[in-house]
Each structure stands twice: as structure tokens, then as C-alpha cells.
């Protein structure tokens, strides 16, 4: 069965600190991995997509990481700001419209 | 000149009715989704649409119906409306590649809460 689980379900951190977000996929084949920010009442809003070949992609103060042969990403803040309080959603695209979404990791940053 | 919109963004109606959901996107884009995420923030696909063929989540009951009078709207009909139907419903567009690969970024509206008494 195709999963994706996150790790934390939930995180603290004060502002201007770094965090990891973990991701682990079960999705196979694999196409694509996204991550995606969710700010409270809105849609998802797409950070960084990475393919098989791709290990690591930069967007801001966010870089994800991607390691096929394990099967893990990463997402990582740094210096960490209130507006980066959010969901982040993992999710791993198998195919043509066959998409898994992760649980997610809520973040919140306090001052 | 917002990209991809939804109305209404709150619903509320009484068990057994029938309501609809409109989901209008400007980007041009060829494929546009239906997802729902349920009280634990888990988000889940229910339908995927372009002018070729529709994509239907096998878990998705048949009361739901998705509706594309063009390209650019998707609307979800929902008959019968269920205590369990409550959850926030995301409409998502994206322009999908020819070789058939979900590989393009999926633009989100922001949602339309549905709450069923």
C-alpha cells in the first residue's frame, strides 16, 4: 500500500532557530515529491518538486531533500520566521494523477 | 486576479440535501482536482479532470459528482449530503505534461467549508 508518514506530527521552535522536517515514502513507482505549506484557512501552496534525479532543491529559506533509495526526504527552515507557521504536507506522486499526501508536520514558530 | 476560486467558502446545510460547489481557475491549466480534507488534516483526492478523461477515487461515493461545463470549472455536485461529508474541500488546478506525469506544480483555492447538521 502507498504511504507517506511524517515526523514530527507537531513542532516548537523559536523564531530564528532551524528545523527538519522528515518525510518517508512507501510510494512505488515514484515520480515526483513535493512539499507544500499550508497557512491556517487556505490551500497548500507549493514549496519545491523534486524528481528521482534531483537530491536537494533550494526555495528560499527552505531546502528539501530527497534520497530515492531509502525513500526519505527532508525539509529544512532556516532561520526560522513567524510566517513560517504552517502545515507542511509531504507528497509523492506515483504516476499520472496518482497522488499520496502525508499527514503532515504543523509547525509553529513563537517569538 | 486570483488564480484559482471557490465559492462559496462556508456552507452549512441540513443531512439529506443537495449542494454544489463551484471551482473556477484562470491560469489556463488543462487538469483541475477535487481534494478533502477531513478534521485530521489529511488531504485526499477525489477526483482529477481534464478535457480527456476523469479520474475518479474508487473510495469516493457516488453521490459526488463532479461537473466541467469548460475548461476552466470543476464544480462538485453532492447529493444526499451526510454528517460525514463535513470537511474543508480544495479545489486544485495544474497543467499536466504530455507524457501523462503529475508533474507540475497544483495550484490550490482556498477551500470551502462544508458542515452538515
Known amino acids: 500500500k502507498n504511504q507517506v508518514e511524517q515526523s514530527p506530527q507537531s513542532l516548537i521552535i523559536l523564531e530564528g532557530k532551524n528545523c527538519t522536517l522528515q518525510c518517508n515514502y512507501t510510494v512505488s513507482p515514484f515520480s515526483n515529491l513535493r512539499w507544500y505549506k499550508q497557512d491556517t484557512g487556505r490551500g497548500p501552496v507549493s514549496l519545491t518538486i523534486?524528481?528521482?534525479?534531483?537530491n536537494t532543491k533550494s526555495n528560499g529559506r527552505y531546502t528539501a531533500t530527497l534520497d530515492a533509495d531509502t525513500k526519505q526526504s527532508s525539509l529544512h527552515i532556516t532561520a526560522s520566521q513567524l510566517s513560517d507557521s504552517a502545515s507542511y504536507i509531504c507528497v509523492v506522486s506515483g504516476g499520472y494523477q496518482k497522488v499520496t499526501f502525508g499527514t503532515g508536520t504543523k509547525l509553529q514558530v513563537i517569538p | 486576479d486570483t488564480a484559482v476560486s471557490q465559492t462559496p467558502k462556508y456552507l452549512v446545510t441540513q443531512m439529506g440535501n443537495d449542494k454544489s460547489i463551484k471551482c473556477e481557475q484562470n491560469l489556463g491549466h488543462d487538469t483541475m482536482y477535487w481534494y478533502k480534507q477531513d478534521s485530521k488534516k489529511f488531504l485526499k483526492i477525489m477526483f482529477s479532470?481534464?478535457?480527456?478523461?476523469?479520474?475518479i477515487n474508487e473510495t469516493v461515493p457516488n453521490r459526488f459528482s463532479p461537473k466541467s461545463p469548460d475548461k476552466a470549472h470543476l464544480n462538485l455536485h453532492i447529493n444526499s449530503l451526510e454528517l460525514g461529508d463535513s470537511a474543508v474541500y480544495f479545489c486544485?488546478?495544474?497543467?499536466?505534461?504530455?507524457?501523462?506525469?503529475?508533474?507540475?506544480?497544483?495550484?490550490f483555492g482556498p477551500g470551502t467549508r462544508l458542515t452538515v447538521l
Open positions: 523534486m524528481t528521482f534525479s534531483e
Open positions: 479532470y481534464n478535457n480527456k478523461e476523469l479520474i
Open positions: 486544485a488546478s495544474s497543467q499536466e505534461s504530455l507524457t501523462g506525469v503529475a508533474y507540475n506544480e497544483q495550484f
